[in-house]
């Protein structure tokens, strides 16, 4: 998802976005005796309802139409666990890598994520061998003391944003803790992230493909000053060392440190936003987290719940069907990840908070061979989130009504009132 989700890379493509008919998304219903009302399914991501709680869409998708074509973004909008889980595990049949469709991929966009097995496969084992070599239980221990420290500034305020004090600080500090390399600039990195996350959804909004490509420049930019710097620790250490071995191009593992970076970034700062306000809304469930064995099932339950990936998207590279539905080479199918982790199919009480669920095979993290590289350190991180929000000086509770940021597939809050008074 870090990549372009709701977003047509190519319009041009001769091969890509072949409309099916225009009646594809009528949906015929049996109403009272013999009358027959046919009504248009509309799934407007950026819709300000959609954008407060779009589980009700993705429900009436995925009951009505769970093979959707939309039009805006044409693209195939998929809704059912099954038919989601299956397009990111069938590589083959759905790649990430336009190369193989005919499209150019752009040197500077070529990492892990644009390309597909087997040419990823030691590029995605050099990172996620380095990552794993990193302490995550020291990265946490200084996260936690973060945490305390940022709270210690705020517990006199009458009330404060979480996204602006906590999220934001806490998810740089960590990304860059992790990387071994000093904290960027926290507004300049906000901004780059945000241009990043908004041109994920140029598919309903092409104006920003523009500034998040002068962003992912500025970004790489940066990645490259760490790359040249004399001396590094951490995980761009280890990576610099292993990359030799990997025998892969520099462009890949510089690219993908790129990726790394803001996925972590990005990631962390929206679930730490939704994390705390599901939590908020569910001060029951927070204290249950205190109980650790329960906290491991929680974070894998809160991202399932109302994880910040809503969605990703392949390009199918034959012709298939997805249930009863043709699907041509060059069209673009967009797994709705969020869809498809309230599938009654697949979790009993979908819609309920369930933090000892099990089996718990949500999508949050995708699935397959693009599934996130930086999972196991994103549960990690998002524990001490949950652990500082237990330790705050005082319970915490909401102060005004959240507001969403306008991206669709990066579900985030822009703003999250708080305040420890009664
Ligand atoms: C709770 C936090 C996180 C969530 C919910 C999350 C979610 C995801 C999802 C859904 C994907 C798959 C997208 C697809 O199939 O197209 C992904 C990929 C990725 N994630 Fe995460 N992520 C999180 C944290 C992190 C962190 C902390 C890192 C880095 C340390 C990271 C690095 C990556 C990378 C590099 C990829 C691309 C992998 C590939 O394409 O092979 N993520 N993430």
Same mark, same amino acid.
């Given at each position: 998802m870090h990549c372009s989700a709701f977003g047509l890379e190519n319009p041009k493509n001769p091969i890509c976005g072949r409309r099916p008919g225009r009646l594809m998304n009528r949906v015929n219903r049996q109403s009272m005796g013999d009358q027959t009302m046919t009504r248009t399914l509309r799934y407007e991501p950026l819709d300000l309802r959609t954008l407060t709680d779009p589980y009700p869409v993705y429900r009436q998708l995925r009951d009505e139409a769970p093979v959707f074509w939309h039009e805006q973004m044409q693209s195939w909008v998929l809704t059912r666990y099954r038919d989601c889980r299956e397009v990111l595990r069938n590589h083959e049949l759905f790649?990430?890598?336009r190369r193989r469709i005919g499209e150019e991929v752009p040197e500077f966009r070529q990492s892990v994520q644009t390309l597909d097995p087997p040419e990823q496969g030691a590029l995605r084992s050099l990172f996620v061998n380095t990552l794993h070599a990193q302490d995550f239980d020291e990265i946490g221990r200084r996260a936690r003391n973060r945490i305390a420290e940022l709270f210690g500034h705020l517990a006199d305020r009458d009330g404060f944003d979480w996204m602006k004090e906590i999220a934001a600080p806490i998810s740089l500090a960590i990304s860059a803790d992790l990387l071994g390399v000093q904290e960027p600039d926290l507004p300049s990195y906000i901004s780059i992230s945000d241009a990043l996350a908004r041109r994920m959804d140029s598919g309903l909004l092409p104006a920003n493909a523009e500034a998040g490509d002068r962003a992912r420049g500025l970004l790489n930019t940066m990645v490259k000053a760490w790359f040249d710097a004399e001396d590094c620790s951490g995980a761009l250490g280890d990576i610099r060392q292993d990359a030799d071995k990997a025998r892969v191009p520099d462009h890949y593992v510089r690219n993908t440190t790129s990726v790394l970076f803001n996925a972590s970034f990005g990631t962390l700062y929206a679930t730490a936003g939704n994390v705390a306000l599901t939590l908020l809304q569910h001060p029951e469930a927070l204290e249950r987290l205190r109980d650790e064995r329960l906290l491991s099932t929680g974070v894998d339950e809160l991202v399932r719940f109302? #994880?910040?990936?809503?969605g990703t998207s392949r390009v199918a590279t034959r012709r298939t069907m997805i249930g009863t539905t043709v699907v041509d080479p060059g069209q673009i199918v967009l797994p709705l990840l969020a869809a498809a982790n309230r599938d009654p199919e697949e979790f009993p009480?979908?819609?309920?908070?369930?933090?000892?669920?099990?089996?718990n095979r949500h999508l949050g993290f995708g699935?397959?061979?693009?599934?996130?590289? #930086?999972a196991s350190f994103g549960q990690v991180a998002v524990k001490e989130i949950i652990r500082g929000l237990l330790a705050a000086p005082g319970p915490l509770r909401l102060a005004g009504v959240p507001t969403r940021r306008r991206t669709a597939t990066v579900r985030s809050l822009d703003v999250l009132p708080v305040t420890f008074r009664p």
């Open positions: 790649a990430r890598d109302d #994880g910040p990936a809503q009480q979908p819609d309920e908070l369930v933090l000892d669920r099990s089996p699935w397959g061979p693009h599934a996130c590289l #930086g």
